[in-house]
């Protein structure tokens, strides 16, 4: 099958889609990565040439397309375009993808995937599902290898061929008898071949049979053949997934054993119901709402907080490690909340938190300068100048010694300050100063301690009565402060 589709490599369909490389071969058709002639890349999708042949499936090839269209969900795959190629072969146009498939994610990881990766997929899937269901599509054939990843994260459900479009089943749809889909994630009414039965409770369950196989790595049910596999699918009812994960949550557990019941009316009856308790599955077990799956299962994990380590599907190392920040930020949010938007308000507090403590530090240095120019204004200084600064080459007094929780020394013991006119502390006060200007000049490196200028409206003002002093030989000298 392999090299029969390689010699279709290089080939032009409709002289538009020049076939490149092979990118998956499945029991249908096989899909190709193409190049449109506007150089657009896409997937081209081409039956097998010997079903080709038959109108039949043919037809029901090309109503994928329509059906697929029909569900008009982001997470349902886009077909372009649809056409039959020179040599009858009927081609779907779509979408090309980027990533794997969920059933080869669980290969590349050991067999299984973290639980809160899962829950994650499955909060997508059900989303497309409630889409679909809605319009009266049942797609019937859920399976991990119908179920692709894309590298950013999303959830994309491939494979409408056999999706059943209720509005537009022709007779044959409600037939008795006729066994479609994979066995392996079969409800038991679809591997009954009772089609009459199958509505919307069987892609659910569907769903848990594919959140049973990729939380446990086992199938709901084991045989040696498909016809064992069948048989046991409609005659036994499922096992509970703590049978072979006995790790995994019993909140988890629970909604995953509701899901595969025998009979459909036990099982959820909507695809919007089962996402719900998912969620509210996820809230319990990891204290974090469901999010999107990250590239992989480490990352899942490194976003949600947990640590990653050997931890796999709700072992009990799983969340060993639980970054608090991150699940307190979560917690508060609604079951379809988002935890990545929590975790970055977590991260922008913490990194504001510097900020805010020095704009009150700044604060309050503003407020003590506004104490000093008032008192400046109604007060007036000492007859002796101040005492000059130090030296360049003096060691620069500590910050901490100029600190507002400092207790100011006593009005007498600070040194006298020269006197300030009235006229120029009012303007000083009157004149408009920038918030940064102010917050400079009362910084503590550039303006004498907070001791001194409260000295400043505590020192009596000086004698000028009589406005001169008499030395000790008689003679008169004014006093410079009162000739002023």
Known sequence: MQALAETRIGDVLKGKYRLDRVLGIGGMATVYAATHRNQKEVAIKILHPELSRLESMRTRFLREGYVANSVKHPGAVSVLDDDVAEDGAAYLVMELLEGSSVEELCESEGGLLAAPRVLGLADQLLDVLSAAHARGIVHRDLKPANLFVTRTGELKVLDFGIARLHDAAGPSATQSGAVMGSPAFMAPEQAMGKTRDIDARTDLWAVAATLFSVLSGRQVHEGETVTEVLILRATTPARSLATVAPAVAPSIVAAVDRGLAFDRKDRWESASAMRAALQRAQLE??????????????????TLGIDSGPALSGRPELASQPRLDVIAAT??????????????????????????????????????????????????????????????????????????????????????????????????????????????????????????????????????????????????????????
Do not use: W, Y
């Open 285 to 302: 077990a990891f204290g974090a709402p469901v999010i999107r799956p990250a590239a992989s299962s480490s990352a899942m994990l490194d």
């Open 331 to 484: 917690q508060a949010l609604p079951p379809d909340g988002s935890a990545a938007q929590a975790t970055r308000s977590a991260r922008e507090a913490a990194a504001n938190r510097p900020l805010l403590l020095s704009l009150g530090v700044g604060a309050l240095l503003v407020l003590g300068g506004a104490v000093a120019v008032v008192a400046l204004q109604h007060g007036t200084a000492s007859a002796e100048p101040p005492r000059s600064a130090p030296a360049a080459s003096a060691p620069a007094t500590p910050a901490t010694t100029a600190t507002p929780s400092d207790p100011p020394p006593l009005a007498a013991t600070a040194p006298p300050t020269p006197a300030v006119p009235a006229s120029s502390a009012t303007a000083a006060s009157s004149a408009p100063v920038p918030p940064r200007a102010t917050a400079r000049a009362a910084s503590p490196r550039q303006v004498t301690t907070p001791s001194a200028a409260r000295a400043v409206a505590l020192t009596p003002p000086p004698s000028c009565d009589p406005p001169f002093s008499i030395d000790s030989s008689g003679i008169k000298h004014p006093k410079p402060e009162c000739m002023r």
